[in-house]
C-alpha cells in the first residue's frame, strides 16, 4: 500500500471515529412533576384496584422478609428491587418484566401519585440517575420493595421524607 493511500485510509478512519463524536445528544433528563411534598392526604382519595392487581400486592407481602441480592430475582437467592418486581409479576400476574428499574420504568402508562392503586409500580431516583430503585404499591401511601444489601423485602411508606424526596414517578401496568 503506497504512503498516499495509508495517510487516506487513516484520514477517513480519523473521520468516522470524529463523526461518531458528533451525534445528537440525548435531551436532558428532566424529572416527572411529583407533588412538591407526598402527604397522608395524597391518598385519601384512594380508588380499588382490579383483582389482579390486588393480587400483585399481596404477592409481594408474603415476600417480606426475604434477603436482599444483587441481580436476585427468586426468594431462594435473595431479591434486588427489580428482581422482586418482576418475580411478582410473574408468578402473581403472569406478566414478564426484564430488566433492571429504568428498564421497567418505560412499562405501561404512567399515573399521577395521586391515582395509585395497589399493585402500581413506583420509581425512585436513589443513585442519582433516573429511575435506579422500584417498588410496588400497596395502598394508603405504603410500598413494598427490596432496598439494599444492608436489607431485606420491606415496607416502607411514601411519605417518608427520603422516599418522598426521591420519589420519581409511577406506572400502572394491571389497571
Known amino acids: 500500500m503506497c504512503a498516499c493511500m495509508k495517510s487516506s485510509l487513516a484520514a477517513f478512519l480519523f473521520l468516522l471515529v470524529l463523526a461518531g463524536c458528533g451525534t445528537t445528544p440525548h435531551a436532558p433528563y428532566a424529572p416527572h412533576a411529583a407533588p412538591a411534598r407526598i402527604t397522608a392526604d395524597t391518598f385519601r382519595n384512594e380508588q380499588d384496584a382490579s383483582p389482579a392487581a390486588r393480587e400483585v400486592a399481596?404477592?409481594?407481602?408474603?415476600?417480606?422478609q426475604t434477603g436482599y441480592e444483587f441481580g436476585g430475582k427468586n426468594p431462594e437467592s435473595g431479591f434486588d428491587c427489580s428482581g422482586l418486581v418482576s418475580y411478582t409479576f410473574r408468578e402473581a400476574a403472569g406478566i414478564s418484566l426484564e430488566g433492571n428499574a429504568a428498564s421497567m420504568a418505560r412499562e405501561g402508562r404512567e399515573v399521577a401519585v395521586t391515582d395509585l392503586r395497589s399493585g402500581d409500580l413506583v420509581f425512585f431516583n436513589t443513585l442519582g440517575r433516573p429511575f435506579s430503585h422500584v417498588g410496588i404499591y400497596l395502598g394508603r401511601g405504603e410500598f413494598v420493595h427490596s432496598p439494599n444489601s444492608r436489607g431485606r423485602?420491606?415496607?416502607e411508606?411514601?411519605?417518608n421524607r427520603y422516599w418522598?424526596?426521591?420519589f420519581e414517578m409511577a406506572r400502572t401496568l394491571l389497571n
Open 153 to 155: 423485602v420491606r415496607v
Open 157 to 159: 411508606k411514601l411519605t
Open 58 to 64: 399481596f404477592y409481594a407481602l408474603m415476600l417480606l
Open 164 to 166: 418522598s424526596r426521591h
